[in-house]
């Protein structure tokens, strides 16, 4: 079959979008650091149509893979042409889907392949905007805390190595100061990664890795380089070679890696660009003065209810979300997660109906044509569980209000890391804190009794901080753990309500 190609485009099938604008005369005024399915499935469509609205082709996207060649290498051969599959399923069950192929990806550098190509792009004169995708651990920072973590290897590597960086920190920073260095206009670094404050946290770390390397050139930073906080949502699955089989035949042309998603899109960002920016409203984005509320919305009723959900419904031997979710008691428990324990610690924001919110969030964790797998979201938990449930327990505790289904999702997740769910199959743990945790589990089990287990683990500070000394948050997981390991998911889902 005929590879997806930038000549291929008008045999495509009439019902397929693709680019209507000319890409040849595309410039890259974005680098993207993390150019993975996320990127490609939100970001990038909504800068589609930016371009097809507003006409300005000075913002097209070099793509950065901070590890692996498998992108490049699929979409080099195709002009940087992918396809994006939206699925959600119709009233009778039956799945549904509409493609669109996407054209503002330039190129696709591999940065431990050439490390200087990507300090140039970012120092070329025609970048104006860096993004990034780059997941929570791709940062180096301590997740309870935020800061940079200046002990760790690739970190003191890049401070080491300007020329050869490995990092986020490393790339952004050194290119900086080739731009300074050039007399060339600042950037906006933009995080859209699922961090508490993301702009805020990654100008923290940027500036505490330029400390480092200048004093001159982190004072430069913070002068003229912006970072906006932001928020984005929508539920990007793993790619299969089912999608891409279906996809193909569709088309009637070969797309190495299209990129699945839900129709349902939404980016909130703070206005403030160093250097100018896109018109992303035509595709949906809301630019604001503050992000946090939206950040806090999301990280809490979505992905807090969304790792709950994974880490439970893996445990039960439940693969997808959407199987998760047909389960009546895990339903009822998310549902109830989200009314009584997440939604009161959210800020009252105006034109929000948080029970329609919620609704809407149920109906799309049930969508059964994405087969979003739940070993998928529950990587990283090390890494994603400080912003998505140990935030609001903090809250609900300094405001001495139950804790009860927050602490069963903290439970699973400490079940979840003996990597074996209840059906006898084994799971990988997917965690750049993977031996330290294994190590602190295997030592906690030396403790004599439940509760002197989980106060030993949630000791654990890169995680936990203070946390793990409050005796009422040790005690709940306890409860929620014992039953976990002695009568599994159902069963304590059943007893989530009863009192300790």
């Not at 940087?80 to 503002?104: C, F, I, K, P, S």
């Amino acid at each position: 079959m005929e590879p997806l190609n930038p000549d291929a485009l008008p045999r495509l099938p009439a019902d397929v979008a693709r680019p209507r604008y000319g890409r040849d005369a595309l410039r890259a005024g974005i680098v993207h650091l993390g150019v993975g399915a996320f990127h490609r499935a939100h970001i990038a469509v909504v800068n589609e149509a930016a371009l097809h609205a507003g006409g300005d082709l000075h913002w097209g996207t070099v793509g950065v893979s901070l590890r692996a060649a498998d992108t490049r290498d699929a979409l080099q051969p195709q002009g940087g042409l992918y396809t994006l599959a939206l699925r959600d399923a119709a009233e009778d069950g039956t799945a549904r889907e509409a493609l669109q192929v996407v054209g503002n990806l330039l190129e696709v550098l591999v940065a431990p392949e050439d490390p200087q190509a990507v300090l140039e792009r970012i120092a070329h004169a025609d970048t104006r905007i860096v993004s990034l995708t780059i997941t929570e651990k791709g940062y180096h920072h301590d997740p309870a805390t935020g800061a940079l973590r200046l002990d760790a290897a690739d970190i003191a590597h890049d401070l080491a190595h300007p020329e050869t960086p490995r990092t986020m920190p490393g790339f952004v920073v050194h290119a900086l100061a080739l731009r300074r260095a050039r007399g060339l206009a600042p950037v906006t670094v933009m995080s859209c990664d699922n961090l508490p404050a993301n702009g805020d946290t990654t100008r923290g770390i940027v500036l505490a890795f330029a400390r480092q390397v200048d004093a001159g050139l982190r004072d430069w930073i913070e002068a003229h380089c912006t970072f906006p906080n932001s928020m984005v949502d929508r539920i990007v699955p793993r790619t299969t070679d089912g999608d891409r089989e279906r996809i193909a035949a569709r088309l009637g042309i070969e797309d190495a890696w299209p990129v699945i998603g839900e129709p349902f899109l939404e980016w909130v960002v703070e206005d403030r660009f160093a250097n100018g920016r896109p018109d992303w409203t035509a595709g949906g984005a809301r630019f604001v003065a503050h992000a946090q509320p939206y950040e806090k919305l999301k990280l809490r009723m979505v992905n807090g209810a969304h790792s709950a959900l994974a880490y439970l419904g893996a445990m039960a031997g439940l693969r997808t979300v959407d199987r998760a979710m047909a389960e009546p008691a895990l339903r009822s428990y998310i549902d109830a997660l989200m009314r009584e324990e997440i939604a009161p610690t959210l800020p009252a924001m105006p034109g929000l109906d948080l029970d329609s919110y919620r609704a809407r969030l149920l109906q799309r964790f049930s969508n059964s044509a994405l087969h979003h797998q739940t070993k998928q979201i529950a990587m990283d938990g090390s890494q994603k569980l400080p912003q998505r449930l140990l935030g609001t327990l903090r809250d609900r505790l300094a405001a001495g209000l139950p804790i009860d289904r927050l602490a069963l999702a903290v439970a699973a997740w400490m079940h979840y890391l003996r990597g074996t769910d209840e059906t006898g199959a084994t799971h990988d743990i997917q965690d750049p804190l993977a031996p330290a945790l294994a190590e602190r589990l295997a030592q906690a089990g030396a403790a004599s009794g439940m509760q002197d287990r989980v106060a030993f683990f949630t000791g654990f500070a890169p995680v936990f901080g203070e946390l793990g000394k409050e005796p009422r948050f040790v005690a709940a997981v306890a409860r929620h753990l014992s039953m976990l390991e002695t009568q599994g998911v159902r069963a304590a889902l059943a007893a989530t309500t009863a009192p300790a």
